[in-house]
């Protein structure tokens, strides 16, 4: 299958610093990427789907000022965390698709400790 | 709305017994229907998908798992457990097109040696 990495794997910082998280597609061209959120024990939360050149869609509830996503390229999406807090810890995780009809890929996570 | 239910938080098996992980699905139109399996601190890893055709799917390390559309089921089976089957497994369900997985809550397994 395809490859998505995630850098850094895992991130320690200060409250009220901002945080950002590379997603990567290594072997195929994402039109699309999703970003998911999941917390100790518990499932994994959609946050925002991104397509390529265009403006982030947020699910409801997801501050868009907060979790900045930028997707500027077929290969390459990142999410900036502004202003952590410790509530942001959490374990990120992004998927990329090729597009419609087309699988999704996993990375395989960040680990984000706001102290 | 999608969703999906994971009914077990936890199921035990003893190694070498069949282990089957239940999943429920909910969706308006045809229904994309996937397993993942996440060890500790991991992302997730792909086991198997149904789209369409046979009913029965064959996945990755042994798994399979079967379509029922009556029942609106996926559930998740393995002839003989191993040890190291032993993670998190969620069922995941997405209509057609560029659409997000859902996710169910997941289903801790535990198999003991």
């Known amino acids: 299958g395809a490859v998505v990495s995630q850098h850094p794997s895992r991130v320690i910082c200060k409250s009220g610093t901002s945080v950002k998280i590379e997603c990567r597609s290594l072997?195929?061209?994402?039109?699309?990427m999703f970003w998911y959120r999941q917390f100790p024990k518990q499932s994994l939360m959609l946050m925002a789907t991104?397509?390529?050149?265009?403006?982030?869609?947020?699910e409801q509830g997801v501050e868009k000022d907060k979790f900045l996503i930028n997707h500027a390229s077929l290969t390459l999406s990142t999410l900036t965390v502004t202003s952590a807090h410790p509530e942001d810890s959490s374990f990120y995780i992004c998927?990329?698709?090729?597009?419609?009809?087309?699988?999704?890929?996993f990375g395989p996570g960040t680990r984000l400790t706001v102290l | 709305a999608q969703s999906v239910a994971q009914p077990e938080d936890q199921v035990n098996v003893a190694e070498g017994n069949p282990l089957t992980v239940k999943c429920t699905y909910s969706?308006?139109?045809?229904?994309?229907l996937f397993w993942y399996v996440q060890y500790p601190n991991r992302g997730l890893q792909f086991l198997l998908k149904?789209?369409?055709?046979?009913?029965l799917v064959k996945g990755s390390y042994g798994f399979e798992a079967e379509f029922n559309k009556s029942q609106t089921s996926f559930h998740l089976k393995k002839p003989s457990a191993l040890v190291s089957d032993s993670a998190l497994y969620f069922c995941?369900?997405?209509?057609?097109?560029?659409?997000?997985?859902?996710f169910g809550k997941g289903t801790r397994l535990s198999v003991i040696a």
């Open positions: 995941a369900v997405r209509t057609s097109g560029n659409t997000p997985l859902v």
């Open positions: 072997d195929f061209q994402a039109t699309t």
């Open positions: 969706v308006s139109g045809n229904p994309y």
């Open positions: 998927s990329a698709s090729g597009g419609a009809g087309h699988e999704q890929f």
């Open positions: 149904y789209i369409t055709g046979d009913n």
């Open positions: 991104s397509n390529e050149g265009s403006k982030a869609t947020y």
